[in-house]
């Protein structure tokens, strides 16, 4: 097959590792792409949003299957405008990219379905004294979701009760543009979170990839600012077999049902962002792609053809395709640049790639300056993934290639995966 994957993050970089690997894949391209995938295929300077620009790159080369990385590309539709041309799309539709686009849809979608998630209601700026008025009904902390897309960065938990009406009011004022001019407020759950992927053909049919639970804030401890990830572990010891198998009778299936229900097209991945609340799972939030970064450590786990199985989804059969766990333990650690997630400098040679041997290093923000010499271009920079017996001996095995790898102001987490240890 000649595949085009859409994306240019650590999440792609990870995805590219593993479709070079399938016996099926005969071209891959990247678009974009990063400092580092071309070793698994060819870059092309395509926006992911460009649909036309993809169009005509499809035709001139024969491409078989686009796989979509990120999720703006799905949001706008480019399921739809594929769906009669003669290629296939790993992705939902644009009906389907709403369970991301919008949080009020997906609120909905979930409480329509029965899908266990937190209580919740949605407010304009018409509706913010009501908005008020809701808040005062809930304890702290309180948690504020801008409605549409906002780089990962929408959501505000916030302890004080008059902050949180003055969040409101400046999200509603455009404080992330359009995406917050419905904000949906919903009760703080208390608990432990983690990442399920799922891979739907559409018509009832899935497969579950590996759990993984990713750590978002800066710093260590989980404290500071909000990032796109520092870092991810799977398995997840507390994703035991009783606690997924709540997950698929309370999640999945009525996830998968319902969309089926709705009438909505949905060949892709779905992701399940979960909170353990005292041993009963709950929906924080879906994705409508693969999440990043714990693609860096799933991609690791997942003992299948993923492009066989990827396939499978988009033409609608998954069938008895099995998707087999690797059972190993993946961590993944993130570098990146000094000031992330403020403001930070580009364009910092990176050395030491090379003297990486026990670890995977996917690219995120890298790219090649005129010299050819590989230098920063983003906040997130590499992960470092690698195997272990343990998430003690996995750690060891990335934060070895983290201190091999090197660029001026690089910054990282050294307690991956610590809170785990102790469970």
């Known amino acids: ?14 995805l590219a590792w593993k479709i070079k690997q399938s016996p099926l894949t005969e071209v891959l391209f990247i678009a974009p792409g990063n400092g580092g995938t071309d070793a698994y295929g060819t ?24 796989v979509v990385g990120n999720e703006d590309p799905l949001v706008a539709g480019i399921y739809d405008y594929f769906e009669s041309k003669p290629v296939l799309v790993v992705g939902p539709s644009k009906a389907g990219a709403a369970l991301e686009g919008s949080k009020d849809f997906a609120k909905d979608f979930m409480t329509r379905h029965n899908i266990p998630t937190a209580r919740y ?7 913010i ?38 969040s409101l009011k400046e999200m509603l004022d455009g404080m992330f543009g359009g995406a917050s001019a419905t904000v949906v407020i919903e009760e703080f759950l208390s608990g432990i979170e983690c990442s399920v992927f799922v891979l739907t053909d559409g018509n009832g049919g899935y497969r579950v990839l590996p759990v993984a639970k990713d750590y978002k804030r800066i710093g260590e401890g989980d404290t500071g600012l909000n990032t796109g990830g520092m870092g991810a ?8 077999e009783r606690f ?18 709705d009438g909505i097209t949905y060949r892709g991945f779905i992701f399940l962002g979960l909170i353990n609340v005292a041993g009963e799972p709950m929906v924080i939030e879906y994705n409508v792609r693969m999440g990043d970064p714990e693609t860096e450590a799933v991609m690791l786990r997942v003992d299948s053809d993923l492009v066989e199985l990827m396939q499978a989804a988009a033409l609608g059969n998954l069938g008895d395709l099995e998707l087999r766990h690797d059972p190993r333990t993946a961590v993944t650690v993130m570098m990146v640049s000094g000031g992330y997630p403020g403001s930070y400098p580009k364009g910092k040679v990176i ?48 934060f ?24």
């Open 1 to 14: 097959m000649k595949i085009l994957l859409l994306g240019s993050g650590g999440r792609e970089s990870a």
């Open 43 to 66: 870059n092309v300077n395509i926006k992911p949003t460009d649909f036309e620009a993809i169009d005509k790159f499809v035709t001139d080369n024969g491409i078989d299957m686009i």
């Open 121 to 127: 209601r949605s407010f304009t700026a018409e509706t």
């Open 129 to 166: 004294e009501d908005g008020y008025r809701f808040l005062e009904t809930l304890k702290a902390p309180y948690v504020l979701k801008a409605d549409g897309l906002a780089a990962g960065k929408g959501v505000l938990i916030i302890d004080s009760l008059d902050e949180a009406k003055k």
């Open 233 to 240: 572990v799977s398995p997840v010891p507390f994703a035991d």
């Open 244 to 261: 997924m198998k709540l997950v698929t009778d309370r999640i999945i299936e009525p996830t998968v049902k319902g969309l089926i229900a």
């Open 351 to 398: 050395t030491g790639t090379d003297r990486v041997t026990d670890s995977i290093l996917f690219h995120a923000g890298t790219a090649r300056n005129a010299d050819g010499q590989l230098v920063t271009s983003g906040g997130r920079v590499i992960a470092a993934s690698s195997y272990g017996t343990s998430i003690e001996d996995a750690l060891q095995r990335s």
């Open 400 to 423: 070895k290639a983290v201190e091999l790898v090197d660029f001026d102001g690089k910054y990282f987490r050294r307690d991956i995966g610590r809170d785990l240890m102790q469970l």
